[in-house]
Structures are given as C-alpha cells and as structure tokens.
C-alpha cells in the first residue's frame, strides 16, 4: 500500500480545511516546498497536490506552486482542483503533475471527461470520488448528486480508468477514522481497480486497516499536519 501524503493549498499556502469548509481553514505552512521536501527526505515517493482556489474558481489558480514542487523534487505528483477544460489539463501536465486528478467534471461533463481519457491516456488521470451516503459530491462537496458511488465507478472502469481514491464528507479533516466498511464494499466489487482511501485517517491503525482490506493507497493529510501520525510511523509502510 503506498502513502500519499496531502497538501491543500490556498493563496499558495499549505492549509487544511474540515470537511471541504473553507470557513474552517488552517495554515500549516506558507511554505508548500518545505512541506513537499520533507515528505521526500522521509522515503515517500508519491503526493496529492490539490488547488482548493481551482477547486472554488473552476479554474486551475496554484499551477506555480506545483511548477515549483515538481521541479525541486522527485515526487510523483498528482494535481487536481479546478480541472474543468483542456487548457486546464496542458497547463498541469506542463508544470510537471505526473497525473491530473479529475473529481466533478467527470460526474457534469462525462463527455468531455471520456474525450481526456482518449486523447491523454487513462492512466494519466486519478479520478477522485467525493460521497456522502454513497452517493457522489461535487464542486467542492457543495453539492451532492443522486449518482450512486458503484454505478460511478463502473461507467469509468469501462472506459479504462485505472485509478480511483474515494473521500467519504462526512469523516474527511474531522480525524474520527475513515470508512472501511465503504472501501470493503468498493473493492469487493471492482477487485481490478487500483483503489486509494481517502480521508478521516487519523492514526496507524487505521493505515494498517486500509492495508488490511485491500487498499492499494491511501491518501493522508491532517493526521501529518496535527502530528497523530509520524514521518517515521510512515516509513514502516515504504
């Protein structure tokens, strides 16, 4: 299972909000690069680098940023936040992401979502699934739609997506566990499908739970930045 530690940025700092809230904001660092090396120094080859001003504008805002940590470090980066046209999708590919995260475009736009898939390769994307009560959320988990999480993933496993990390609303940034129960379900049905946990991740049980089940990822913010979990309690899963 691989680590992928988190970092939000608003206004070109390191922040982490609670349950998408932007009201509930909190700086971690204004220094996104310091975050991103020592994330590297520790072993750790992957991270989520998420524009949560792309994710609020529609656009993608903090391209410098990931230009930055993707010329300054060896991370394999996914980048996502305000993805929505492909002058969007060339601008993050030309500042060095290795994949573009995809969460609302595909659930209001699957044309044009599909039409990635074919021209970039599918597995040039990491498709994000935002769900409260199994069903999925978007823009910025502002709104929640009827699409149902399983029918979601299966018209995109169809189309070759090979990567997918799920965020349950209701446990993300409030550190009371993430869903398992959800992910259990998730990769009983899809047992193919490279899947990521995402969220309420709050210390290193509950990373050994998600190896446990099946997870072939897992994606880890506010227990790093509130230090309930370690750079070094990481490394035993390197």
């Keep these: 299972m691989i680590i992928i530690p988190a970092i939000d940025i608003i ?58 940590i993707a010329s300054k470090t060896k991370l394999t980066i996914d980048f996502g936040g305000g993805i929505k046209t492909n002058l969007d999708v060339d601008i993050v590919f030309n500042s060095g992401a290795a994949l573009a995260t995809v969460g609302s475009i595909a659930v209001k736009d699957k044309a044009t979502f599909v039409n990635w898939l074919q021209q970039y390769g599918a597995d040039k994307f990491l498709l994000g699934a935002d769900v409260k009560d199994e069903k999925i959320a978007v823009g910025g988990w502002l709104e929640t739609t009827d699409v ?17 990390f799920c965020t349950d609303v209701n446990k993300d940034g409030k550190l009371e566990g993430p869903s398992n129960e959800l992910y259990k379900n998730i990769i009983a049905k899809f047992p193919e499908l490279n899947f990521i946990a995402s969220g309420g991740v709050s210390c290193v049980e509950d990373l050994e739970v998600l190896q446990e089940i099946g997870c072939s990822g897992v994606i880890v913010g506010k227990a790093i930045y509130e230090n309930r979990i370690s750079i070094s309690d990481l490394k035993s899963f390197i």
């Design 11 to 68: 206004d070109g700092k390191c922040v982490r909000l609670t349950q998408g809230d932007y009201a509930q904001k909190k700086i971690y660092n204004e220094q996104p690069l310091e975050v991103a090396k020592m994330f590297e120094d520790a072993g750790l080859q992957r991270l989520h680098l998420v524009d949560l001003d792309g994710a609020k504008a529609g656009a993608v805002k903090n391209w410098k940023v990931l230009e930055t």
């Design 148 to 164: 149902w999480i399983y029918d979601f993933i299966e018209s995109y496993v169809q189309q070759g997506v090979q990567q997918i």
